[in-house]
C-alpha cells in the first residue's frame, strides 16, 4: 500500500515541543541539584544534557517520517522488541535486588531496554487493531491481543520488573478502550481488575501474601509498608522523608542548589532523590508554585495528545496517541502519589525529571511519532 504524504507544516504542533523543551529544561536543573553537583560539567549532569541534545533531535527526525510506514514495520518491531528482552534476562547486568534490567551498549553505557519496547508495543497493537477494527469485538481477536501482550510483559515481569508491567499494561488497554471496542468488554475487563484487587487485597490483610507468586519479597514489603506504616516504620522513612520535603518547600520553595542546613535533600535523608522520588526535590526546592507549573504541563501534553487523537485521519494514528498520553500521564501520577505517600513504593521514573538516558529517549521517540500523527491530522 501507498500512502500520499500530506503535510502541512503549519499544523506542526509547536505547543507540544515547547512542553517537552520546558518540562526537559527544568529537568537538568533538577538532576543537577539531586545530584549535589557543583555545575553543570559534572559527568551525570553532561549525560543528561546531551541525552535531551540527542532526545530532541531524535524527535523531530521521527516526526517528519509517516508514522504509518512506521506502522508497517510493527511486527518487525514488535520481534525485535521480544528479542531483545530475552536478551536482557540472558546478558542482562544486575541492579538492586537482584533485578536484571540493563544491557551495556558501547557509547551509550548502561541501557534500559524495557523503555523502548514501550514504543514498540505502542506501534504493533496501534497496528494490530487498525487491521482489526471490524473484527475487533470477537473473542479471538482479543485472545490474540492477549497472547502477543504476555509475552513481552512475561519477559519484564521476570526481570523482574512489575512497575513497567503496570505501565505496559495500562498502555495496551487504553489503546484498546480506544479502539472500537464494544462496552461490555471493557466492563468485563474492569470486572476483572476489581476482582484481582479485591483478592490482592485479601491476602494482604489475611497475611497470606506468600501466595502471591508474581510478587517478590521486597515488592510485598512495600505493600505491607504502604497499608501499615506504623507496623513497618523502618522501611516507611523513603516516603516519610519525601513527604517532609516536599512539605517543607511550602509555596515558594528553597530554591534551587540551596545549601540549608534545614533541607531534607542536603541532610542526605531522601533516597534516590535523582530518580524514583525526585518529585519530593522538586517539592522542596521549587515548592508548591514550582510543583503545580509543572503539573500544569503534563496535564497540557496530556491534553495536546488528547486533541491530537480527536484529530487523526486513521485508527492508528489516534491510537498511538492514546497510548503515549496513556503512558506519561499514567507514569507522571504514579510518580507524583509514591513521593506523596497516595501510593505504595513502586520504582517509577518522572518522565523529562529523572535521571536517565534510556526513559528520557524513549519519551523522546514517542512523542517522535505523536508530532507526525499531528502534522497529518484533520483540520
Known sequence: MKWKLDYDFKQYDFRLVLYMIALNTIGIFIVRSATSAESFKDPLVVRQILGSFVGLAMCVGISLV???????????????????LAGVKIYGTASGHGATRWITVPVLGKVQPSEFVKVGLILFFADYLQKLKEDINHPHALLMEALYFSIPVGLVMIQPNLSTTIIMTVIVAAMTFASPLKLKWIFAFLGVVVVVLGLLFYLFSSGLYDKIP??????????????????NSN??????????????????????????????????FLVEEDNDFIFAVIGEELGFRGSLIIIIIFL??????LIIAYRAKTLSGRLICVGVMAWIGFQTYTNIAVATGLFPNTGITLPFFSRGVSSLLSVYFGFGIVLNVALQRKT
Open 235 to 268: 522501611d516507611y522513612y523513603q516516603q516519610m522523608w519525601s513527604i517532609m520535603a516536599i512539605g517543607s518547600g511550602m509555596f515558594n520553595g528553597k530554591g534551587l542548589f540551596n545549601n540549608s542546613i534545614f533541607s531534607v535533600k542536603n541532610g542526605n
Open 214 to 231: 508474581i510478587l517478590q519479597g521486597y515488592q510485598v514489603q512495600r505493600i505491607l509498608t504502604f497499608l501499615n506504616p506504623s507496623e
Open 300 to 305: 497540557l501534553i496530556i491534553l495536546e495528545c
Open 66 to 84: 509517516d508514522y504509518r510506514k512506521i506502522c508497517k514495520w510493527s511486527p518487525w518491531i514488535y520481534i525485535l522488541s521480544v528479542l531483545i
